[in-house]
């Protein structure tokens, strides 16, 4: 069956400090891979996405994502987090041609100054 | 660009009634998606539209949901005899013919 697992409910870190959230898929077909942020009381938002190319992307507040086919992972990183990080973190995984995704349970990060 | 809007945001009503939610998406966005999410969990699929044609739903949309795209616009989701366990969010997003999809702020429904 397709999956998606975030290894980790919270992670608290103290501001400037390293952070992973760690995601990881099961599926036997092409992937297209993705993490949303969720601040307090707002919608989901686009955080970054793997569609083809370079394994390693990123976005514009310092996240970056690396996409490992042969672990079927696709963990978040930042090398120095703010307090203003502190929200909620989806992976989301497309399985088909048109879209649908398969979110994990999500990962609450907490900033601490 | 607008973004995608929902309505109502917030709504409150006892087990048995009937709710309706609207979505309108970012305008020419062609696909249409519903997700229900609730506390502590990530968004679940529930239907898709490409255009008018609801093409997916999913097996947690039970036959008390139903969901429209009349001409390939907004849509709708309602829920018929309404029941505790329906209490969730409830989101949209829309995208363009591609794997991009833009959230609306969702409506949380609170059942009695």
């Known amino acids: 069956a397709q999956s998606v697992t975030q290894l980790d409910s919270q992670v608290p870190v103290f501001e400037e400090a390293p952070v992973e959230l760690r995601c990881n898929y099961s599926?036997?077909?092409?992937?297209?891979l993705f993490w949303y942020v969720q601040y307090p009381n707002q919608g989901l938002q686009l955080l970054l996405k793997?569609?083809?190319?370079?394994?390693l992307v990123e976005s514009i507040n310092g996240f970056e994502a690396e996409f490992n086919k042969s672990q079927t992972s696709f963990h978040l990183r930042k090398p120095s987090v703010h307090i203003s990080d502190t929200a909620e973190y989806f992976c989301?995984?497309?399985?088909?041609?048109?879209?649908?995704?398969?979110f994990g349970q999500g990962t609450i990060l907490t900033v601490h100054p | 660009d607008t973004g995608v809007s929902q309505d109502p945001r917030h709504k409150i009503t006892k087990r048995g009634q009937n709710v309706t939610f609207r979505c309108d998406p970012i305008?020419?966005?062609?696909?249409l998606y519903w997700y229900r999410q609730t506390l502590g969990q990530g968004p679940e699929f529930l239907t898709y539209?490409?255009?008018?044609?609801?093409?997916?739903k999913s097996r947690l949309l039970s036959d008390r949901f139903s969901a429209e795209r009349p001409k390939g616009s907004f849509s709708t989701l309602e829920i018929q005899r309404t029941e505790q366990g329906d209490s969730a969010m409830y989101l949209c997003?829309?995208?363009?013919?591609?794997?991009?999809?833009?959230f609306g702020p969702g409506t949380r429904l609170t059942v009695t």
């Open positions: 997003a829309s995208s363009p013919q591609s794997y991009e999809q833009y």
């Open positions: 599926s036997s077909v092409s992937v297209y």
């Open positions: 793997y569609l083809s190319g370079s394994t």
């Open positions: 989301a995984v497309s399985f088909t041609s048109y879209g649908k995704l398969t």
């Open positions: 305008s020419e966005h062609n696909r």
């Open positions: 539209f490409q255009n008018e044609a609801q093409l997916e």
